[in-house]
């Protein structure tokens, strides 16, 4: 079983409509962190959340995080086609290495 | 805003030969990682780097791979005899307490060996 697994896979949506992503571990964590990376290109940062927190916001991204479920949640809301890529969910302990789940393949519909 | 800077973006070597992978780690930053991701396939974590040594690598580290911190701002991977299986995106990332344990990754250094 893999650390770090999201689900759906792949997820098409109109422009404008929200999208969840949700993310599941099986390890204990000190922090969840998600990403996006564009076909090709680099991980882009997008919101890091501590063990101790419940909710984050950056923008028009949320994230929740259930430690007793050991599941995360990005919600991306009034979506854009710029908004099209993977989106990577990152489990870690302070500065020790990451570990990536599979991604959601989100595809914005213009 | 600091970024961490790699090169090449894209190098394509034949198997058997040694390339070294370059990063320029975001300034002050005190850990460095080298991840890998296989075309299609996960983000893999291969090295971390603390205070001049390696603090942890995984079992795709093995002896063909070494990393190392030249000088003050470069931290390169070098792969010293290419497998075909090598070819993968090479992804330079950093940390540092000023960053709160957020981990900031390059655009990645494409390797293709053939």
């Known amino acids: 079983s893999q650390q770090g697994e999201e689900d759906p896979q792949a997820l098409s949506i109109q422009e404008g409509e929200n999208a969840t992503m949700n993310c599941s571990y099986k390890t204990s964590i000190n922090n969840l962190q998600w990403y996006r990376q564009n076909s090709g290109r680099g991980l882009v940062h997008l919101i890091l959340i501590r063990s101790n927190e419940r909710e984050k916001h950056s923008g028009r991204l949320r994230v929740t995080l259930d430690t007793s479920k050991k599941s995360s949640s990005l919600l991306i809301t009034a979506s854009r086609a710029a908004d099209t890529a993977s989106y990577f969910c990152?489990?870690?302990?302070?500065?020790?290495?990451?570990?990536f789940g599979t991604g959601t393949r989100l595809t914005i519909i213009p | 805003e600091p970024e961490v800077t790699q090169t090449p973006s894209h190098q394509v070597t034949q198997m058997g030969q040694e390339v070294i992978l370059r990063c320029v780690p975001i300034s002050n930053h005190l850990y460095f990682y080298w991840y890998r991701q296989i075309l299609g396939q996960k983000v893999e974590f291969l090295v971390s780097?603390?205070?001049?040594?390696?603090?942890?690598k995984s079992e795709i580290f093995d002896d063909q791979f070494s990393v190392e911190r030249p000088d003050g701002s470069n931290f390169t991977l070098k792969i010293r005899s290419t497998k075909l299986e090598d070819s993968a995106m090479y992804f330079c990332?950093?940390?540092?307490?000023?960053?709160?344990?957020?981990?900031?990754f390059g655009e990645g250094s494409w390797l293709t060996v053939v």
């Open positions: 990152a489990t870690g302990f302070g500065n020790e290495k990451l570990t």
């Open positions: 780097f603390y205070n001049n040594e390696i603090s942890e």
């Open positions: 990332a950093s940390s540092g307490q000023n960053s709160g344990n957020t981990i900031y």
